[in-house]
């Protein structure tokens, strides 16, 4: 069956550090990957997709994503975290019928 | 850019009580609207799908006569709880897409957290 893995519940980098969500997937055909992050009182926000192509993704705000199917991974990545990338991250994979399946989510903490 | 919102964005109601919680498209027509569950420290679980003028598609689990939802209009849809009981109370999330999106080009709104007492 489709699912989507966020292995990570809670991550935690300082202001300026690297950072890498981990997200696998499991889906039959080739699949269409999204990372999404909600904020607070605001609606989930498209950071970037993967459909097909270079499998290295650029997304919004400086986030990048790399599509690995040997090892069914998309994982989110950004050199330098800001304080107001404090949110939670879900990766989710397309399915048939325009649907979304989420992972459960990363939330992610920045230290000063 | 495509703006979806919600209303209302908390409502606290008794039990056997039924509340609805509106989904509109602000400045797109949305020819499909999804409604989500997602309960703390979870993901988000799609219930319904609808579109605009026929009856919603409910995933396998959710009880419609519980979830009643209602795509009247390009631009509106509905759902209400009827006969909330508290373990209905979560975080009800929607989104939309217009018919000259890609595909799976979903629009969220900022959710509504339903109390039930």
């Known amino acids: 069956a489709q699912s989507v893995t966020q292995p990570d519940i809670h991550i935690t980098v300082s202001e300026g550090a690297s950072l890498e969500l981990r997200c696998n997937y499991s889906?039959?055909?080739?699949?269409?990957l999204f990372w999404y992050v909600q904020s607070p009182g605001q609606g989930l926000q498209l950071l970037l997709k993967?459909?097909?192509?270079?499998?290295l993704v650029q997304g919004i705000k400086g986030f990048e994503a790399e599509f690995k199917r040997s090892q069914s991974s998309f994982n989110l990545r950004k050199p330098s975290v800001h304080w107001s990338d404090a949110a939670e991250y879900f990766c989710?994979?397309?399915?048939?019928?325009?649907?979304?399946?989420f992972g459960k989510g990363t939330r992610l903490h920045i230290l000063p | 850019g495509a703006v979806v919102s919600q209303h209302p964005s908390w409502v606290i109601c008794k039990s056997g009580t039924s509340v609805k919680i509106e989904c509109r498209s602000l400045?797109?027509?949305?020819?499909?609207m999804f409604w989500y569950r997602q309960f703390p420290k979870q993901s988000l679980m799609l219930m319904a799908t609808?579109?605009?003028?026929?009856?919603?598609?409910?995933e396998q689990g959710v009880e419609k006569d519980k979830f009643l939802i209602n795509h009247a209009s390009l631009t509106l849809s509905t759902l209400t709880v009827t006969s909330a009981h508290p373990e209905d109370s979560s975080f009800y999330i929607c989104?939309?897409?217009?018919?000259?999106?890609?595909?799976?080009?979903?629009?969220f709104g900022p959710g509504t957290r339903l109390t039930v007492t």
């Open positions: 989104s939309a897409r217009d018919w000259v999106g890609g595909p799976y080009e979903q629009y």
């Open positions: 889906y039959g055909a080739t699949p269409y």
């Open positions: 993967y459909f097909s192509g270079d499998t």
């Open positions: 989710a994979v397309g399915f048939r019928d325009d649907k979304i399946i």
């Open positions: 400045d797109f027509q949305a020819t499909t």
């Open positions: 609808s579109n605009e003028g026929s009856k919603a598609t409910y």
